[in-house]
């Protein structure tokens, strides 16, 4: 064969591939997300060629300006009309760029800005070797007790690697609620979940204990995510597409063209329900639903405090927001089916959360225990399946966050001499040791517990008027009686460090630097304001509350 003849083979058979497109990304709508992921490549960088000393001030001051500008980013968008009018799906279909997905990644922005300023606090334990400490580990890959430990320890060292991994955990909680296909949903899940389990596993004080925490969060986090993997496979069987819009079209019999390979597995309604219930479980085990919150109050305890805060405040933002996408987006047509299993989830949570947190005895699993039960009353305007279950689910989730960072922010200051104080007893008296501590942490569990004037009532009262107006009325019964049923524990520690004798060996207070101060206070100006004059807050979230199909 001649060369003249392969090469007309050559030619005619490479002429029918078309060219390949360029993706077509809108660089503008995504830049809250781009911001803070090049942020935290920014930091590890300033990990591997910043001197050690000047570490810490560089790493806070990034972490902090990229979350204030992502958050700019975000009020730019919602201004110029992403939010209403301009709402639509960018990236190539994979991510929504609407109201619901701004509201929510601002409110993310925001937490995580506070966490910056928590991790960032240096002055609560005494100095170490003349060297300022925070509350993670000196040298974060050294065995507990280690020599190695020890002398990072005794050279001052702080792990500044924890700016960067909060920083990627924002990012991937930035795109979780915005996903529009399962597969960003996933990648999401983890680019967001995996600094996380490292975060946690960080502790000074009781590095054991961190990481046992860190070890539970990964397994039981490693389970869920396969959950949901695997439920992702079925519904891609199903709809023959990851596709947010497609499946919701296969699922109410509008779709078109059908792709003949796929034609005998499509509208298979065994993968659908058992595909959208385990992707429906990965979601509910983020937010630490009943019966999938098992990890929560080991986790919150073991964990360093201020990741503690954050990830509470943080995560239940992100997990929620792509639950109501979900929900709301993908699976209407199966609202008869998932709603009462949402229900009796809600109901259980509520309850659980509640009756169990009586029982603790240290402050930080009697949070967790709390954020238990405030899963369920969200999961209460998530089953109203209306509009405003969206608005209002928007507002809680807002209220929640700047409560649950500002009450373990305070955590973090009452402490003896193992490092923080978190059991109970230590706190009798503490109102009269430190009269101003003890108020700013009553305003957070009287908001907690719902009391009016405070955002925890105004959410509260949102979330069951929606359930309520969409035929929930059973479920607002039940929210109302785990909330009195809440409002005992909180009211009981409250009374306890108000109403009892100091102990004689009872924890001190410590004095926080401005960068935690400022988190407290943003924390009760929030909580206040929401629950005083909420109503400008209603309306945004209102405004915000229409998913983009």
Aim: proline share 5%; net charge neutral; aromatic share 10%.
């Amino acid at each position: 064969m001649s060369a003249t003849a392969v090469h007309s083979l050559w030619t005619t058979a490479a002429e029918p591939i078309s060219k390949i497109d360029a993706p077509k990304i809108e660089y503008g709508q995504l830049s809250p997300t781009l911001i803070v992921i090049g942020a935290a490549i920014v930091g590890v960088l300033i990990e591997a060629f910043v001197p050690r000393k000047s570490r810490y001030h560089v790493q806070v001051f990034v972490s902090a300006f990229a979350l204030a500008a992502a958050f700019a980013a975000v009020v730019a968008l919602a201004a110029g009309g992403y939010g209403t009018t301009k709402a639509h799906i960018a990236a190539m279909g994979a991510i929504a760029v609407d109201g619901p997905a701004l509201f929510l990644q601002g409110t993310i922005l925001l937490a995580g800005l506070l966490g910056v300023f928590t991790f960032a606090e240096r002055r609560l334990d005494p100095e170490a070797h003349g060297k300022r400490v925070d509350s993670f580990a000196a040298q974060a890959a050294s065995v507990p007790g280690s020599d190695s430990e020890k002398a990072a320890v005794k050279a001052g060292f702080t792990t500044t690697e924890v700016f960067p991994l909060l920083l990627f955990a924002v990012g991937g909680m930035l795109i979780f609620p915005a996903a529009n296909d399962l597969l960003t949903l996933f990648i999401a899940l983890e680019v967001f979940s995996l600094p996380l389990y490292l975060l946690c596993a960080v502790a000074r004080r009781k590095r054991l204990m961190s990481q046992e925490a860190a070890v539970k969060y990964f397994l039981l986090g490693a389970f869920a995510s396969a959950f949901t993997l695997f439920g992702i496979a079925l519904l891609y069987g199903y709809a023959g597409s990851v596709s947010y819009a497609t499946i919701a079209q296969v699922v109410d019999g509008t779709i078109q063209n059908i792709d003949p390979a796929l034609a005998g597995t499509m509208g298979n309604d065994a993968l659908l329900l058992i595909g959208a219930a385990m992707v429906v479980m990965g979601l509910l085990f983020k937010v630490g639903a009943v019966p999938f919150h098992m990890w929560t109050p080991d986790v919150y305890q073991g964990a360093p405090t201020p990741v503690t805060g954050f990830m509470a405040a943080a995560t239940k933002v992100a997990a929620f927001g792509a639950l109501l996408r979900l929900l709301y987006v993908v699976l209407p047509g199966l609202r008869w089916d998932w709603r009462p299993v949402m229900m009796a989830v809600a109901v259980v949570t509520m309850l659980g959360g509640a009756i169990v947190a009586i029982t603790q005895t240290d402050i930080k699993r009697l949070l967790a225990y709390s954020s238990i039960a405030h899963a369920g009353f969200i999961l209460a305007g998530v089953i109203a399946a209306s509009p405003d279950g969206v608005s209002s689910v928007l507002f809680y989730l807002g209220a929640y966050s700047f409560v649950t960072i500002g009450a373990f922010a305070v955590v973090t200051l009452v402490r003896d001499a193992g490092g923080e104080a978190t059991h109970l007893s230590k706190w009798a008296g503490l109102g009269r040791r430190s009269p101003l501590v003890a108020a700013v942490f009553a305003v957070f569990l009287l908001a907690f517990a719902g009391i009016p004037l405070t955002s925890g009532f105004a959410g509260k009262f949102a979330v069951f008027k929606a359930a309520a107006e969409g035929g929930a009325g059973a479920l607002v019964v039940v929210g109302v009686i785990s909330s009195a049923i809440a409002a005992f524990f909180y009211i009981r520690v409250i009374v306890l460090m108000f109403f009892s004798e100091p102990r004689p060996d009872g924890p001190t207070v410590a004095v926080p630097s401005p960068l935690t101060v400022t988190a407290i206070a943003v924390g009760v100006a929030v909580t206040l304001v929401l629950g005083v004059a909420p109503q400008y807050f209603l309306d945004l979230a209102g405004q915000a509350g229409v998913f983009v199909r």
